[in-house]
Nanobody, 128 residues
Framework: QVQLVESGGGLVQAGGSLRLSCAASGRTVSSYAMAWFRQAPGKEREFVATIRWSGGIIYETYYSDSVKGRLTISRDNAKNTVYLQLNSLNPEDTAVYSC??????????????????WGQGTQVTVSS
């Protein structure tokens, strides 16, 4: 079993930045696909970004078009932790951000159903 705990959310003004962390425990997740999703009030859960092992020391990343260029996903395998750096935030980024993990996410990496482990989420609120 993998347990995921997010942290780093909060209230920030438009244009500001935050760094979210997702600490994993229970298993080493260096070979797992790790992802961030977000859910705004009244909306469906939305894919944000993923980072996954593609062999050797190479990790590949994918981003949703809505956040590409503003958000960066990264991981520190020594700390069993994944990060999401959020820059140039705007009120439309307000949501609960959740971390997810899977042994293998495949081509449907953007679907919540591709992940079997989830954190409880952390709230990000961007004021205008």
């Amino acid at each position: 079993q993998v347990q995921l705990v997010e942290s780093g959310g909060g209230l920030v003004q438009a244009g500001g930045s935050l760094r979210l962390s997702c600490a994993a425990s229970g298993r080493t997740v260096s070979s797992y696909a790790m992802a961030w999703f977000r859910q705004a009030p009244g909306k469906e859960r939305e894919f944000v970004a993923t980072i996954r092992w593609s062999g050797g020391i190479i990790y590949e990343t994918y981003y949703s078009d809505s956040v590409k260029g503003r958000l960066t996903i990264s991981r520190d395998n020594a700390k069993n932790t994944v990060y999401l750096q959020l820059n140039s935030l705007n009120p439309e980024d307000t949501a609960v951000y959740s971390c997810a993990a899977a042994r293998y996410s495949g081509t449907a990496y953007y679907l919540p159903a591709s992940y079997g482990y989830w954190g409880q989420g952390t709230q990000v609120t961007v004021s205008s």
